[in-house]
């Protein structure tokens, strides 16, 4: 993913905090990949709201992050207009992708569904969370197959054989498979800050990561975050 250092030093430090970390503390770090480089000075630590964070880009993983500035402090207010705005927006944004996929660039047909994570979160720093998820839809290719039998009627059929009676392929009806998708979350920190992540979402084992597309949903996004948080 962009960002990764696929090579670069490490300190001896940091190299057995990110290990014990990775092993003990984070759970977003199970059954994942991930890379560190840099130095951690001896006499200092981080505390463990500071590592969650670190480790929280493994969700997903996570495909963008952007910053919108501070909202209404914590203590102060429930309801924070900022952050409800820029939720009610990434909504409006998110209705281009319903219906008809032309015009949007994408090579997948989706469906737009609400976030199904919690709306807090401690492990993620978060206080307020309100989110959709893009899904990637199958275009059903591995579906249009003809048996074996088909096969031979139509040969027949093309050298001139004469008509036959075709057989129906059988099908397999299963659970539908988890074809990924782009999962936008709009999050107030426990800090009191405001951001908006991009993160993969309804992967399986068997899932192709399907790179156009998601390219296409995060340009777009940060393009439109981008230009909401200017123009305030």
Do not use: H
Request: net charge neutral; charged share 30%; glycine share 10%.
């Amino acid at each position: 993913l962009p960002g990764d250092k696929l090579d670069g030093e490490i300190g001896v430090n940091a190299a057995a905090n990110v290990l014990l970390q990775a092993m003990a503390y984070q759970p977003y770090a199970r059954n994942s990949t991930l890379c560190a480089a840099g130095s951690m000075p001896a006499d200092s630590a981080l505390d463990a709201a500071a590592w969650n964070d670190m480790f929280l880009c493994l969700s997903g993983p996570e495909l963008l992050r952007i910053e919108a500035g501070s909202g209404t402090d914590v203590k102060e207010a429930l309801f924070d207009p900022k952050f409800e705005q820029l939720a009610e927006y990434v909504q409006g944004w998110s209705t281009q992708y319903e219906g008809d996929r032309k015009g949007t660039g994408l090579t997948t047909p989706v469906l737009v569904r609400r976030s199904r994570k919690p709306s807090a979160s401690e492990i993620d720093g978060v206080a307020a969370r309100q989110g959709i998820r893009i899904l990637f839809q199958s275009t059903n290719t591995g579906d249009r197959y003809k048996s074996a039998s088909e096969e031979k009627a139509d040969e027949k059929e093309r050298s001139g054989g004469g008509t036959t009676t075709r057989a129906s392929p059988t099908k397999l009806v299963g659970k539908p498979s988890k074809e990924g998708g782009v999962e936008v979350l709009i999050e107030k920190t426990t800090g009191g800050t405001i951001r908006v992540r991009a993160r993969r979402c309804n992967m399986g084992d068997k899932t192709i990561v399907k790179e156009m597309s998601e390219e296409v949903i995060v340009k777009n996004l940060k393009r439109a975050v981008t230009a909401w948080v200017e123009a305030r």
